[in-house]
């Protein structure tokens, strides 16, 4: 009989969401009459359609298919087009962070590469993980066995923690703007996580999905707009809230030809080349119409109208900070993000609050103990619902509570 990998048991029987689902499942089947009444602002997933000019390349490129002389089979280097990632090079130079079409890795989103990544690591490396954090980030490397420092993240430090010099890491998750808090990283604090980094010898796992929401000057749209960052970091992003492609997959991995890390016989590794080895193994990209769909989001045009998609969804979150400032209630986020990450009201907890506005409101939000334990005591919501049914969510929500 096979063994297993006993760390998969440490984790939580369920994702975080699927215990979600089953509270509201177990809610209609007591209250059949209230299932067309509940408004979900949990998981973050977008709600208005794709660009059409994306529509039309993603068109193209599948008619192509149809083509024999423009068909295509595999492709040759499992690590996107070049016409994508010469595109997604132009879009990090618009706002002043240069990386080279070579060190860009297409993938099927951030969330694949924010956990496979680890598989180039060591079990035996030390990681700090914020907390609270987005689920992938620990459970990745639980199910490794890799020892797991936190880094506080609470309302006393804006949930954006400095790096404690006092603690060793070899690997570091950070993610801004953030996922579950919306808080965001200046430049000035990213320079400090930096540093820490080159002191320890270590590599930083950035996560910038979310960038696209970024509205502040001082707000970095990439760690690579940070000096230092090309000694110690990784970024990975995706296409899933920048330009609606939840259901279309596609992302990318940054990884800078410089960065390297150290063999137990001192040998000096490219980081690039035994990510791509693990690739090569393990992954045969992504689609010929998915990437030509998503070159069409770096075209001038695209960047025209995903900006359409994102100042709806940035309407939003102004929708529910502004009824938060209005009840008086501390949150995070609402700005340079897509998530509004506030303090759970009466002093309740997180899944206790999850059950009264479900009941009492017909609203569904996401407890922020799924996210560590310091998100005991906060909730967050999302700003990717419909306009009408956000509006409405609000208004709810300040009836029950104020």
Same mark, same amino acid.
């Given at each position: ?7 998969? !048991? ?22 059949? /009459? $209230?299932? #067309?009444?509940?408004?979900? !602002? ?16 993603? %068109? ?15 492709? /040759?280097?499992?690590?996107?087009? #070049? ?6 090079? %132009? ?27 680890? /598989? ?22 639980? !199910? ?7 880094? @506080? ?10 790096? @404690?010099?006092?603690?060793?890491? /070899?690997?570091?998750? +950070? ?15 990213? $320079? ?32 690579? =707009? ?14 899933? $809230? ?11 991995? *940054?990884?800078? @030809? ?6 137990? #016989? ?15 193994? %393990? ?30 969804? %940035? ?6 900070? #502004?009824?938060?400032? =209005? ?20 002093? !309740? ?14 609203? *569904? ?15 967050? +919501? ?5 306009? @009408? ?14």
């Amino acid at each position: 009989m096979p063994k297993l990998n006993e760390n998969f !048991m440490k984790l939580e029987k369920n994702y975080l969401f699927i215990n979600i689902a089953k509270r509201i499942n177990a809610f209609i089947e007591a209250n059949p /009459d $209230k299932k #067309d009444n509940i408004i979900r !602002m949990g998981i973050g997933d977008v709600t208005l359609p794709i660009a059409p000019c994306v529509v039309e390349a993603v %068109k193209k490129g599948a008619e192509e298919m149809g083509v024999k002389e423009t068909f295509k089979g595999y492709e /040759d280097s499992g690590t996107g087009y #070049d016409f994508l990632k010469e595109a997604v090079a %132009k879009y990090y130079a618009s706002f002043g962070a240069d990386i080279k079409p070579s060190e860009i890795r297409i993938s099927d989103g951030a969330k694949s590469d924010c956990g496979n990544i680890v /598989d180039i690591f060591s079990e035996d490396n030390t990681v700090i993980i914020t907390d609270p954090a987005y689920p992938v980030y620990v459970d990745s490397n639980v !199910m490794s066995g890799r020892k797991i420092v936190y880094a @506080d993240c609470t309302k006393e430090n804006g949930f954006c923690p400095v790096p @404690d010099k006092n603690v060793h890491a /070899d690997l570091i998750y +950070l993610c801004s703007p953030n996922n579950p808090t919306g808080a965001a990283f200046t430049k000035e604090q990213l $320079k400090a996580w930096i540093d820490y980094a080159i002191d320890n010898k270590a590599i930083i796992i950035y996560d910038a999905a979310y960038e696209a929401f970024i509205t502040e000057p001082d707000i970095p749209r990439s760690i690579f =707009e940070v000096e230092g960052s090309r000694q110690c970091a990784i970024e990975i992003c995706s296409l899933s $809230k920048t330009a609606g492609f939840t259901g279309m997959r596609c992302g990318y991995t *940054v990884i800078p @030809d410089e960065l390297e890390a150290e063999a137990s #016989d001192g040998t000096k590794v490219s980081i690039s080349q035994i990510w791509g080895r693990r690739q090569g193994s %393990k992954f045969n990209g992504v689609s010929y119409p998915v990437q030509c769909g998503a070159a069409a989001v770096f075209s001038d045009e695209g960047r025209e109208q995903i900006k359409v998609n994102l100042e709806y969804y %940035k309407e939003n979150a102004r929708i529910i900070a #502004d009824a938060l400032d =209005e009840l008086g209630i501390y949150y995070t986020g609402g700005k340079n993000s897509p998530y509004i990450w506030f303090e759970c009201p009466k002093g !309740m907890e997180s899944w206790e609050f999850f059950d009264y506005l479900l009941n009492e409101a017909n609203v *569904v939000g996401t407890p922020g103990a799924g996210f560590g334990k310091n998100g005991e005591g906060f909730f967050r +919501l999302t700003s990717f619902g419909d306009r @009408d049914k956000t509006i409405e969510a609000v208004d709810r929500i300040k009836k029950l509570l104020k």
